[in-house]
């Protein structure tokens, strides 16, 4: 059977904005950047993607194209051996992404229920008490996060079951351009509110005495959180390039260019806003359903801006979800060799199942502790703190000391255009990269705390 390929290079390039563009973009980002310092914090972040974010990427897709599976069975091909410790980097990436969809899924049915209070005017004229309340009490009853969680998980085992042209490819070039048009159109709103340009100034200008190391390792985390490096979706999409034939590195570089420039974006939608109405920017987790719910309460058409910033949620949260389902279904269909459309909604049961304990995690099963933690914090932590910086991890060594960097530099420069990768990059690949990964690790695995 001939595998799946892209219609476009602005297809491939939409849908791995797609899956790199999501929650932490515009909400992980901006509470991050609330906690630490704002534009110090930004300008640490955009430095990050740059050195860091653009060569690993460019590997992780390298290594797709250079395999034309999957990151199972794909790393199987390229280490000759079912038994090589580098099968991790493909073990690794697929875990987390199954742990990372099971709560994603709910986190955008909650984005969903919120869509839907706000449009029907719910939440109008609320206290941030009365916000608070809500939102514990809408995340610990059970039916209708379930529902919209449903919802969510029939709609990307639907586009996925279309194939990848027809499906996520086609989702990507509309989804993806109008997330940026509704973007420009908030921050351009949120600009004109008396008072703005105070936050404006925070967020753009840096206070560098807000530089710590404790800043900067969380600027590493997002970065590669946002990025999605070692998360099993960039390998897939790949290994759906022509081989030798697509640029490797310039589509790498142009997905982190829109997707740093969707988090840029972000700030400039809520940090004004915020400043212009006497709300803190470092409210951190709650910035989203909270903070940013009682300041639609209290401006002008504030229904209007909340419906557009939670219907910008949906879209950025959805072409997420949609990449990693296709990321995983592909790995099943690689593996199994079964048709797509079955195993899309064979995938799509298995994630409902799934979400399911840890939807009830936040409410009747509240009380049900592993390591001290629910099973939401669980997924999330041992996701995002252990299996996706030791992925990249080894991500890094094995482009570094076993594909090696000339051969790395020569296969992925084939078919690169203007951005390609020069002998300046060895330092990074082979030095600096792998110790910043590793402190990630490290700092998620709490060593040194």
Same mark, same amino acid.
């Given at each position: 059977?001939?595998?799946?390929?892209?219609?476009?290079?602005?297809?491939?390039?939409?849908?791995?904005?797609?899956?790199?563009?999501?929650?932490?973009?515009?909400?992980?980002?901006?509470?991050?950047?609330?906690?630490?310092?704002?534009?110090?914090?930004?300008?640490?972040?955009?430095?990050?993607?740059?050195?860091?974010?653009?060569? *690993? *990427?460019?590997?992780?897709? &390298?290594?797709?194209?250079?395999?034309?599976?999957?990151?199972? #069975?794909?790393?199987v091909?390229?280490?000759?051996?079912?038994?090589?410790?580098?099968?991790?980097?493909?073990? *690794?990436?697929?875990?987390?992404?199954?742990?990372?969809?099971?709560?994603?899924?709910? @986190?955008?049915?909650?984005?969903?229920?919120?869509?839907?209070?706000?449009?029907?005017?719910?939440?109008?004229g609320?206290?941030?008490?009365?916000?608070? #309340?809500?939102?514990?009490?809408?995340?610990?009853?059970?039916?209708?996060?379930?529902?919209?969680?449903? %919802?969510?998980?029939?709609?990307?085992?639907?586009?996925?079951?279309?194939?990848?042209?027809?499906?996520?490819?086609? %989702?990507?070039?509309?989804?993806?351009?109008?997330?940026?048009?509704?973007?420009?159109?908030?921050?351009?709103?949120?600009?004109?509110?008396?008072?703005a340009?105070?936050?404006l100034?925070?967020?753009?200008?840096?206070? @560098?005495?807000?530089?710590?190391?404790?800043?900067?390792?969380?600027?590493?985390?997002?970065?590669?959180?946002?990025?999605?490096?070692?998360?099993?979706?960039?390998?897939?999409?790949?290994?759906? @390039?022509? =081989?030798?034939?697509?640029?490797?590195?310039?589509?790498?570089?142009?997905?982190?260019?829109?997707?740093?420039?969707?988090?840029?974006?972000?700030?400039?939608?809520?940090?004004?806003?915020?400043?212009?109405?006497?709300?803190?920017?470092?409210?951190?987790?709650?910035?989203?359903?909270?903070?940013?719910t009682?300041l639609?309460?209290?401006?002008?058409?504030?229904?209007?801006? &909340?419906?557009?910033?939670?219907?910008?949620?949906?879209?950025?949260?959805?072409? =997420?979800?949609?990449?990693?389902?296709?990321? *995983?279904?592909?790995?099943?269909?690689?593996?199994?060799?079964?048709?797509?459309?079955?195993?899309?909604?064979?995938?799509?049961? #298995?994630?409902?199942?799934?979400?399911?304990?840890?939807?009830?995690?936040?409410?009747?099963?509240?009380?049900?502790?592993?390591?001290g933690?629910?099973?939401?914090?669980?997924?999330?932590?041992?996701?995002?703190?252990?299996?996706l910086?030791?992925?990249a991890?080894?991500? =890094?060594?094995?482009?570094?000391?076993?594909?090696?960097?000339?051969?790395?530099?020569?296969?992925?420069? #084939?078919?690169?255009?203007?951005?390609?990768?020069?002998r300046?990059?060895?330092p990074?690949?082979?030095?600096?990269?792998?110790?910043?990964?590793?402190?990630?690790?490290?700092?998620? %695995?709490?060593? &040194?705390?």
């Open positions: 059977m001939a595998r799946d390929s892209w219609a476009s290079r602005f297809g491939f390039v939409m849908a791995t904005a797609g899956f790199a563009v999501g929650l932490g973009n515009i909400w992980r980002f901006p509470y991050l950047a609330g906690m630490n310092g704002g534009g110090a914090f930004l300008l640490v972040y955009v430095a990050i993607a740059v050195v860091i974010g653009i060569p *690993l *990427l460019t590997a992780e897709i &390298g290594l797709g194209r250079r395999a034309q599976l999957s990151p199972l #069975a794909g790393m091909r390229l280490t000759g051996s079912r038994t090589s410790p580098w099968n991790a980097i493909g073990v *690794l990436g697929v875990t987390a992404a199954v742990l990372i969809q099971c709560y994603y899924v709910m @986190l955008i049915g909650w984005i969903a229920g919120y869509f839907v209070m706000i449009v029907s005017g719910r939440l109008a609320a206290s941030p008490e009365s916000l608070a #309340a809500t939102f514990a009490r809408f995340t610990s009853t059970p039916a209708p996060v379930v529902g919209y969680t449903l %919802l969510v998980v029939l709609s990307m085992a639907l586009v996925v079951a279309r194939g990848l042209r027809g499906g996520l490819e086609r %989702l990507s070039s509309l989804a993806m351009p109008l997330l940026f048009v509704l973007l420009i159109a908030l921050a351009v709103r949120s600009l004109t509110f008396p008072g340009l105070e936050g100034r925070w967020y753009l200008a840096p206070d @560098l005495s807000a530089l710590s190391p404790g800043m900067v390792l969380a600027a590493l985390g997002q970065a590669f959180y946002s990025i999605g490096i070692g998360m099993a979706a960039a390998f897939c999409f790949g290994s759906y @390039l022509q =081989s030798h034939s697509s640029d490797v590195p310039g589509n790498a570089a142009l997905v982190v260019v829109f997707d740093t420039a969707v988090a840029f974006l972000a700030g400039l939608v809520i940090f004004p806003a915020l400043f212009a109405f006497g709300l803190e920017p470092d409210a951190g987790p709650g910035l989203l359903f909270m903070t940013m009682s639609f309460a209290e401006m002008p058409a504030g229904r209007l801006f &909340g419906a557009a910033f939670f219907l910008l949620l949906i879209l950025a949260a959805m072409t =997420s979800a949609a990449a990693l389902h296709e990321a *995983l279904t592909v790995t099943v269909t690689d593996a199994t060799g079964t048709r797509r459309r079955p195993t899309s909604w064979a995938v799509a049961a #298995a994630t409902f199942a799934l979400s399911v304990p840890i939807i009830l995690s936040q409410g009747p099963w509240s009380d049900l502790r592993v390591l933690m629910d099973l939401f914090g669980l997924a999330d932590t041992v996701s995002g703190n252990v299996l910086p030791a992925g991890f080894l991500l =890094s060594l094995y482009t570094a000391f076993v594909w090696g960097f000339e051969r790395f530099r020569e296969e992925t420069n #084939a078919g690169a255009g203007a951005v390609r990768i020069g300046f990059w060895k990074f690949v082979v030095g600096l990269i792998p110790v910043a990964v590793a402190i990630v690790w490290l700092a998620g %695995l709490g060593v &040194g705390s």
